[in-house]
């Protein structure tokens, strides 16, 4: 399985931007699409997740102004950043759990400006 991450870029504080997550090879049945993040020297923390059925959870600190979503027939998730911090500058990893086993992406790159 393969994932390819996309969508990050430069903005300003206020700003939003939209990540996705696209899944491909062979896959058996993606059960939790997820995003996370990670800055130098810190460990990569968890952003969000969603289920199959569309249930989804997030980090405190994003609640409110990240949003997760997916296509099951596309296996492929997205995350809508709004109201961007410089805080939120970091690269963002995608991971799927195929049949239990974890996949991640090459990671996106946001950068907030302030």
């Known amino acids: 399985v393969q994932l390819q991450a996309s969508g990050g870029g430069l903005v300003q504080a206020g700003g939003s931007l939209r990540l996705s997550c696209a899944a491909s090879?062979?896959?058996?049945?993606?059960?939790?699409m997820e995003w996370y993040r990670q800055t130098p020297g810190k460990r990569r923390e968890f952003v969000a997740t969603?289920?199959?059925?569309?249930?989804?959870a997030y980090a405190d600190s994003v609640k409110g102004r990240f949003t997760i979503s997916r296509d099951n027939a596309l296996n492929t998730a997205w995350l809508q950043m709004n109201s961007l911090k410089p805080d939120d500058t970091a690269v963002y990893y995608c991971?799927?759990?195929?049949?239990?086993?974890?996949?991640w992406g090459q990671g996106t790159l946001v950068t907030v400006s302030s």
């Open positions: 969603i289920g199959r059925a569309g249930n989804t």
């Open positions: 090879g062979s896959i058996v049945r993606v059960i939790f």
């Open positions: 991971k799927a759990l195929d049949n239990g086993v974890p996949y």
